[in-house]
C-alpha cells in the first residue's frame, strides 16, 4: 500500500527556518500532485501548499506566501516544504498528501481531493 512518511519537524525560534521531507513509496509518485497541510491544535486542517505532478503549478495558502516554497524530486519520488521566517502561528502538525494527475495545484487545495495521507510531523515555533 501507499506510504508517505513525514520528517523534519521539531522546534524552532520564530524567526527560523525548517525543511520539511515526504518520502513516497508504492505510489506513482511522478505522476501524482503532491501537497502540504497543517493542523494547528482547536483548528482545521488547511492546505499550505501544493505542487501538480509535474512541477509547473504551485498553490500556496496566503498566510505562507514568500516564506514558504515546495518543491519536488521526482527521481527520489520525495516532496519537500521549506519554511523560512517561522512564526509562532505556523506550530501545527505538518502532513503530506498525495493526489491525482489531472487538475492543476490549486485543485488539490481540498482534502477530498487527495487520495493518501502520511501520519504528520510536529513543527513546533517558540516566540
Known amino acids: 500500500q501507499v506510504q508517505l512518511v513525514e520528517s523534519g519537524g521539531g522546534l524552532v525560534q520564530a524567526g527560523g527556518s525548517l525543511r520539511l521531507s515526504c518520502a513516497a513509496s508504492?505510489?506513482?509518485?511522478?505522476?501524482?500532485?503532491m501537497g502540504w497541510f497543517r493542523q494547528a491544535p482547536g483548528k482545521e486542517r488547511e492546505a499550505v501548499a501544493i505542487i501538480n505532478w509535474s512541477g509547473s503549478s504551485t498553490y500556496y495558502a496566503d498566510s505562507v506566501k514568500g516564506r514558504f516554497t515546495i518543491s519536488r524530486d521526482n527521481a527520489e519520488n520525495t516532496v519537500f516544504l521549506q519554511m523560512s521566517s517561522l512564526k509562532p502561528e505556523d506550530t501545527a502538525v505538518y502532513y503530506c498528501?498525495?493526489?491525482?494527475?489531472?487538475?492543476?495545484?490549486?485543485?488539490?487545495?481540498?482534502?477530498?481531493?487527495?487520495?493518501?495521507w502520511g501520519k504528520g510531523t510536529l513543527v513546533t515555533v517558540s516566540s
Open positions: 508504492r505510489l506513482t509518485f511522478s505522476r501524482s500532485a
Open positions: 498528501a498525495a493526489g491525482g494527475t489531472t487538475y492543476s495545484a490549486s485543485y488539490y487545495k481540498r482534502e477530498g481531493a487527495m487520495d493518501y
